[in-house]
């Protein structure tokens, strides 16, 4: 029987949210300097998320994040089909839905959102046609952990 307990990301380690904004981070800059994220940066910190969540949180806590990881994929799929968001935010997208708690998806990605519609609004008065999405999910994410957590 699995014990889908929620976590609170007060669990995380220094570490894990190290790593995370460090992966966030080489992310914004590669897409608001080519427009394009590559791969090696969401697959190698998922491949380092999912050994560190085998070793210390076992293989119930795996599965849990693995939901998290297959709620969001369904829905970035969608977002992906009708061109909403680019493969590489789709893919950091998926990235903090296997990392966060499952329970603090909504509040996360809402404040995600509110900072890709701040981007999106400068971006018309500046007349942008495209918009390095990845910068809004690293200031989302910094939001969303320093306003629930610190």
Known sequence: MFNFYLLPIKTFSLVEISFLFLALIIS???????????????????????????IFKGFEGLIFHLLGFLIVSSFGLL????????????????????????????????MIILIGGCQGVWGLFHKNKTIP????ILIGTILYISLNYF
């Open 28 to 54: 914004a800059y590669q897409d608001i300097k080519t427009r394009k994220i590559s791969n090696i940066v969401p697959y190698s910190t998922f491949v380092f998320f999912f050994i560190y969540f085998f």
């Open 79 to 110: 977002l992906f089909y009708f061109r909403a968001l680019g493969g590489g935010d789709i893919k950091l997208l998926i990235l903090l839905g296997f990392i966060f708690p499952l329970d603090s998806l909504p509040r996360l990605f809402f």
């Open 133 to 136: 999405y990845a910068l809004s």
